[in-house]
């Protein structure tokens, strides 16, 4: 059965950085696109990044453009986040998922999903 896990999430102020890790049994891992997406209180599950199986391919949503990078190390199954110039509107949970394609960044294909890393920005 495939499982991811997140880790790295935390506290941070304004303006500073944290990265994110997704580590996962899956198998063909890099075969399959990986993908971040976060919820905010309140608000609808939102796309952050996503990456194709070996790397070649991410992309961005608008509102992380430019301060996020999604990167992958498929000898170690696991998939990052290095988040940059955070900001208190960046505060959500995040989820790594897995997608059903070597790419997609459309959130029906990912349908395995980790439990979710609690990221909190303070102004």
């Known amino acids: 059965q495939d499982r991811l896990v997140e880790s790295g999430g935390g506290l941070v102020q304004a303006g500073g950085s944290l990265r994110l890790s997704c580590a996962a049994s899956?198998?063909?891992?890099?075969?399959?696109?990986m993908g971040w997406f976060r919820q905010a209180p309140g608000k609808e599950r939102e796309f952050v990044a996503a990456?194709?199986?070996?790397?070649?391919?991410?992309k961005y949503g608008d509102a992380v453009k430019g301060r996020f990078t999604i990167s992958r190390d498929n000898a170690e199954n696991s998939v990052y986040l290095e988040m940059n110039s955070l900001k208190p509107e960046d505060t959500a949970v995040y989820y790594c998922?897995?997608?059903?394609?070597?790419?997609?960044?459309?959130?029906?294909?990912?349908?395995?999903w980790g439990q979710g890393t609690q990221v909190t920005v303070s102004a």
């Open positions: 998922g897995l997608g059903t394609y070597y790419y997609t960044d459309r959130e029906a294909d990912f349908i395995t």
């Open positions: 990456i194709s199986g070996n790397g070649d391919m991410t």
């Open positions: 899956v198998r063909n891992f890099r075969s399959l696109a």
